[in-house]
């Protein structure tokens, strides 16, 4: 019998391995599973890893400085009409010129503001989409003032005349507000700094030009704010459509807080028990209420009417 070691002739063969009959559970270990495929971005030679690899390289700028990049040849165009306080305007390489490319170049020097020229790339970082034209305008946090400076400034040009926004959210709205504050002789503006528009640029351009000499101030607990400026005399109209006083019959005469509801709920519940009286302006027809920053609008111009007299 072959391998038969007793048989004449044959010759054992030694190892120092040991025996070596059988696989020894290799090819059981060789068939069993790797386990979950790793994701795209994890794979050292798929197109997301060396993506990702790539933007780990770029400098990333931090999302709470503030600074905001208004893209768009329009949109720039106009905040530089409207005077927004800009630190820089990028313009890309090549870009295609036109009458709103060069007024805006002409602005902006006019203005003293920094005019870059950029790869498109670094504009296309600044968007997600990629919709900028080949311009952007960068600009600064806005400066708030303290609720407690705001009210100080407002008192030593009596009689004070104040606007609080209570969480209107659309920047187009406060905007409005602050340029109709302007119009009508009035102080400032006062909003919280949670669950409220900011000052941003589309706030700086819907004021057209009025955020550069009408204070804003932020306020950490709105209520808690207008309770301490009405114990030092001033009076808190609240603005809603379901009102209990109409706006003829509101006393204006002396230092007045208009609160201004938001756009969709109104005064909130803790906001409109702290005024001294909530009006409502009358409506002719089938409208039933105004938008937030028209309706503060005809209020001021009402109190600016009474003191006139």
């Given at each position: 019998?072959?391998?038969?070691?007793?048989?004449?002739?044959?010759?054992?063969?030694?190892?120092?391995?040991?025996?070596?009959?059988?696989?020894?559970?290799?090819?059981?270990?060789?068939?069993?599973?790797?386990?979950?495929?790793?994701?795209?971005?994890?794979?050292?030679?798929?197109?997301?890893?060396?993506?990702?690899?790539?933007?780990?390289?770029?400098?990333?700028?931090?999302?709470?400085?503030?600074?905001?990049?208004?893209?768009?040849?329009?949109?720039?165009?106009?905040?530089?009409?409207?005077?927004?306080?800009?630190?820089?305007?990028?313009?890309?390489?090549?870009?295609?010129?036109?009458?709103?490319?060069?007024?805006?170049?002409?602005?902006?020097?006019?203005?003293?503001?920094?005019?870059?020229?950029?790869?498109?790339?670094?504009?296309?970082?600044?968007?997600?989409?990629?919709?900028?034209?080949?311009?952007?305008?960068?600009?600064?946090?806005?400066?708030?003032?303290?609720?407690?400076?705001?009210?100080?400034?407002?008192?030593?040009?009596?009689?004070?005349?104040?606007?609080?926004?209570?969480?209107?959210?659309?920047?187009?709205?406060?905007?409005?507000?602050?340029?109709?504050?302007?119009?009508?002789?009035?102080?400032?503006?006062?909003?919280?700094?949670?669950?409220?528009?900011?000052?941003?640029?589309?706030?700086?351009?819907?004021?057209?030009?009025?955020?550069?000499?009408?204070?804003?101030?932020?306020?950490?607990?709105?209520?808690?704010?207008?309770?301490?400026?009405?114990g030092k005399g001033v009076q808190l109209v609240g603005l809603d459509a379901d009102g209990d006083t109409i706006v003829d019959e509101v006393d204006g005469g002396g230092p007045t807080v208009v609160v201004v509801g938001s756009e969709g709920k109104g005064l909130s519940r803790l906001v409109r028990q702290s005024c001294d009286a909530v009006v409502s302006i009358p409506m002719a027809g089938a409208s039933e209420s105004l938008n937030a920053s028209v309706a503060a609008g005809v209020v001021l111009a009402e109190i600016a009417r009474q003191r006139r007299r």
């Amino acid at each position: 019998m072959a391998g038969n070691s007793q048989r004449r002739g044959a010759i054992r063969k030694t190892s120092k391995k040991g025996p070596t009959v059988g696989s020894g559970g290799q090819r059981r270990r060789g068939v069993e599973g790797r386990g979950a495929t790793p994701p795209a971005h994890m794979r050292p030679n798929h197109p997301a890893a060396k993506k990702a690899k790539a933007q780990a390289r770029r400098p990333v700028r931090r999302k709470d400085d503030g600074v905001e990049n208004v893209l768009g040849r329009n949109p720039v165009l106009e905040c530089l009409r409207a005077g927004v306080p800009a630190t820089a305007l990028y313009v890309a390489l090549g870009a295609q010129a036109d009458e709103r490319l060069s007024e805006s170049v002409t602005l902006a020097a006019d203005s003293g503001i920094a005019i870059l020229e950029v790869p498109r790339t670094d504009l296309d970082r600044m968007t997600t989409n990629g919709l900028h034209q080949g311009i952007a305008l960068q600009v600064p946090p806005y400066k708030y003032l303290h609720p407690d400076e705001l009210l100080k400034t407002a008192l030593t040009n009596p009689p004070a005349l104040l606007v609080a926004l209570d969480n209107i959210s659309d920047p187009r709205n406060l905007g409005a507000i602050v340029r109709s504050v302007a119009a009508f002789g009035g102080h400032g503006v006062l909003i919280p700094e949670r669950r409220s528009a900011s000052v941003t640029a589309v706030a700086w351009r819907t004021s057209a030009g009025a955020a550069a000499r009408i204070p804003v101030a932020r306020a950490t607990n709105l209520n808690r704010t207008l309770k301490d400026w009405a114990g030092k005399g001033v009076q808190l109209v609240g603005l809603d459509a379901d009102g209990d006083t109409i706006v003829d019959e509101v006393d204006g005469g002396g230092p007045t807080v208009v609160v201004v509801g938001s756009e969709g709920k109104g005064l909130s519940r803790l906001v409109r028990q702290s005024c001294d009286a909530v009006v409502s302006i009358p409506m002719a027809g089938a409208s039933e209420s105004l938008n937030a920053s028209v309706a503060a609008g005809v209020v001021l111009a009402e109190i600016a009417r009474q003191r006139r007299r």
